[in-house]
């Protein structure tokens, strides 16, 4: 079965609203990632995590806040979501170790209008 | 920080031709990389992981080469099948201790029977 799920996995929102992305790994993994995906732009990383009660800014973060209560979860907040965050998220769970891969979930499609 | 450029952004070619798709990065001191394949509407499965002291790894249908001198990155697929129509993204780890990848931008191939 999956080993990293995401809910939701369509999402619209309007401008201004708040958004929570939650992603869940049953991998046990310490590692956990927020990407987005964009033509053109490849996965670009907004946060990240090495453990429950830790995060770390991305690449591109702001706009977006994180917060890992558990091992397990990992989520995504847009308090004030805009248009230019509509995008396609994945969360991602990883060993630690520099030759560890990534594990990717499923993706949900943000649509703020 | 670590660039990688990916090319070429798209890419046809017949069933049982060849297929390269070249990724370049811009620090020297990247050593672990990853090629992930992404089929269209799903999410991204790892494809092969290579670490810098190998610079030809074989799969299966594909050879991943790595030009430490000149940092690049390539993807062969040697005889290209409909089934391998997907989006290919390199990422590479440029980092220790972190997990960080960067991803390319990512080609999107299609076989063509």
């Known amino acids: 079965e999956a080993a990293v799920t995401q809910s939701p996995r369509n999402k619209v929102a309007v401008t201004g609203g708040k958004v929570t992305l939650s992603c869940n790994q049953t991998?046990?993994?310490?590692?956990m990632y927020w990407y987005r995906q964009d033509t053109g732009h490849g996965l670009r990383l907004i946060h990240y995590?090495?453990?429950?009660?830790?995060?770390e800014k991305g690449d591109i973060p702001d706009g977006y806040k994180a917060s890992r209560p558990s091992q397990e979860n990992f989520s995504l907040i847009l308090e004030l979501a805009t248009p230019s965050q509509t995008s396609v998220y994945f969360c991602?769970?990883?060993?630690?170790?520099?030759?560890?891969?990534?594990?990717f979930g499923p993706g949900t499609r943000l649509t703020v209008l | 920080g670590e660039q990688v450029e990916q090319r070429p952004p798209h890419l046809s070619v017949r069933e049982g031709d060849s297929a390269v798709i070249t990724c370049t990065y811009t620090?020297?001191?990247?050593?672990?990389f990853f090629w992930y394949k992404q089929e269209p509407g799903a999410s991204l499965q790892l494809l092969m992981k290579v670490f810098s002291s190998t610079e030809i790894n074989e799969g299966q249908g594909f050879t991943v080469l790595l030009n430490k001198k000149d940092k690049r990155l390539s993807l062969n697929l040697t005889a290209a099948h409909p089934g391998d129509s997907a989006a290919y993204f390199c990422?590479?780890?440029?980092?220790?201790?972190?997990?960080?990848?960067?991803f390319g931008t990512g080609t999107r191939l299609q076989v063509l029977p």
């Open positions: 991998n046990n993994h310490n590692n």
């Open positions: 995590s090495y453990g429950a009660g830790s995060t």
């Open positions: 991602a769970s990883g060993e630690l170790g520099d030759y560890a891969e990534q594990f």
């Open positions: 990422a590479v780890s440029a980092s220790s201790n972190t997990n960080k990848v960067v």
């Open positions: 620090d020297p001191n990247s050593y672990y």
